[in-house]
């Protein structure tokens, strides 16, 4: 059961991530199960599992994560055309989260230049009990608003932080209303100097050539 009690603000260690983390997982935007969005106003890039044991981490333990999220479309959701451009990584984290914050109004957003756009985000693993999932399931909340859907794109996920384990929800308002404050938690811990710096990761922007997995 979900407990009745104030959620912390932030996740994980101040100084930045600590082992297992990072995680490494990528994989091509898959339709989901067409309830994200619909149903609860907060859209999730879903990508397959098998994402999970390339990486070898079947054994990672279901709940909400955080993290940053390459993509390789625009922050329209456009296709970004590979080799269209440098990298654009090491220009400084700061300068790419000023820019995220003029670009869209959820505030620690990274835009991106060239090979792709790195995005904080939120993500769910595993068995849904809300929903009665009978698989588990790798779903992505990416804090930007995109005019577009991007599915088919490739998402690549460098996950730094455990948020909280899954619940068994009572109802689909505290489950939104659990998902709305893991947003505000993933948004404010990635701000943290050890966290914001991953941002610069050459993995988040590394395309094409299959899956890297680890
Ligand atoms: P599905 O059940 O197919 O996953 P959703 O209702 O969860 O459908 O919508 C997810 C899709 O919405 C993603 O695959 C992506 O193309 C699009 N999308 C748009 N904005 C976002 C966002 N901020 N985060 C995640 N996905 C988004
Ligand atoms: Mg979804």
Redesign the pocket.
Known sequence: MRPDKPRDPVAGPDAGPEPPFPLKLNGK????????????G?????IPIEGLSVGGHEDVESGVYYGWAGLDVDER?KRIEQGAGGLGVGTGVEQEIERGKGENSEGEGGGGSGGGTV?P?VMSIGWNPFYKNTVRSV?????????????S?HMNLLILGFIRPEYDYVSKESLIEDIRIDIDVAGRSLQREGYARWMGDGYLRAFGGGDVGM
């Open positions: 935007v898959v339709k989901g199960f067409g309830r994200g969005s619909k149903e609860l907060i859209p999730t890039a879903n959701g995005w985000m779903e992505v909340h990416i804090l930007h608003h995109f005019p577009h859907d991007f599915y794109a």
